[in-house]
Every structure is written in structure tokens, then in C-alpha cells.
């Protein structure tokens, strides 16, 4: 049994100024870290025996973390579109609007479509590579969406499209 899974899909290269802005701030971070750690992984490597020695061992577990985050955000950030400005037409769904939606139930979400390294569920950021985003690009005021999967189907109804924070 082999241990080869096939490569994921290439999510889209689009961002927000907003999010590009803070993918940089943190590989800047990630490297003032990473100093500090290599310092901490050279006091805990001249302790000794280092089978056994678990600061040395978790320290070398954290800078491979560290350094798999700034390989990825190395290669990923020259290869991104940038969009900072809204479309011309601001009454469809592109990317990076606030879409207000309204389910069978009459509760209403609101949604930011934005690119796959901005996914943020707390601020009701959604990839634009998501099956909800996908349904909605396009799609005007008052159209209605359904979202299907083995399970069930959902249907929404676009009741706001903004293209400022609403």
C-alpha cells in the first residue's frame, strides 16, 4: 500500500489588497520567529544527549513548521492577482463582494467571496473556489441559488450585493 495521494487542486491566484497585505506581515513574522527558535533549538542542542531531550525534539518539530509555511508563502505569493479594484458592474457577484443571502427559512447570512489564502469562517469570508461562491458568481439581486450535495439541496436568494464592508 502505497502512501502517493494525487495533488489537490491549484486553488485561484486571486486576493484582496487586504489579504496579500497580511500573507506578507506574516512570513515577515514567520522570520523573526524562526531566529528565535534556531536560538532556542541551539541552547537546547548543546544540553546533551538529544534522544531524549524533548525541548530539542519539539523545537525541531516547530522551525518544520515554520519553514513549510515560508517555503508555501514564498512560492504562493509572486504567483498571486491582486484585485483592489471593484468590477464595473456592481449589480452581479464577482469577487470580493459582500453577498446577503436569504435561505428557505428567511434568515439572512452575509458572505465575502474571497481567494482560497483569505478563508476566514469567522469573518464570513468564503473561498471563491467554494461551491457557494461558484453558484454565485454572477448572479444579480434577487436571483435564486441552489446548492446541492448527496445529502440535501439548498436554495438561497441573493438579497444584497455591496462591494464595501457592509
Do not use: C
Amino acid at each position: 500500500m502505497s502512501r502517493w495521494r494525487p495533488p489537490s487542486p491549484k486553488s485561484s491566484p486571486y486576493i484582496t489588497q487586504e489579504g496579500y497585505q497580511t500573507l506578507e506581515t506574516e512570513l515577515r513574522d514567520l522570520w523573526t520567529k524562526r531566529k528565535e527558535v534556531t536560538q532556542a533549538l541551539s541552547a537546547a542542542a548543546a544540553e546533551g544527549d538529544r534522544s531524549e531531550n524533548a525541548e530539542y525534539i519539539y523545537r525541531k518539530k516547530e522551525l518544520r513548521g515554520i519553514d513549510r509555511r515560508i517555503h508555501y508563502l514564498q512560492k504562493r505569493l509572486p504567483g498571486l492577482n491582486i484585485v483592489s479594484q471593484p468590477p464595473d458592474d456592481q449589480d452581479r457577484i464577482f469577487f470580493s463582494a459582500w453577498v446577503t443571502l436569504e435561505n428557505e427559512a428567511g434568515d439572512e447570512m452575509t458572505y465575502r467571496i474571497v481567494g482560497a489564502d483569505e478563508l476566514d469562517p469567522k469573518k464570513q469570508y468564503i473561498s471563491l473556489d467554494s461551491p457557494l461562491a461558484s453558484a454565485l458568481l454572477k448572479k444579480t439581486f434577487d436571483d435564486e441559488v441552489a446548492i446541492k450535495n448527496e445529502f440535501q439541496e439548498t436554495r438561497y436568494r441573493v438579497v444584497d450585493i455591496n462591494y464595501r464592508k457592509p
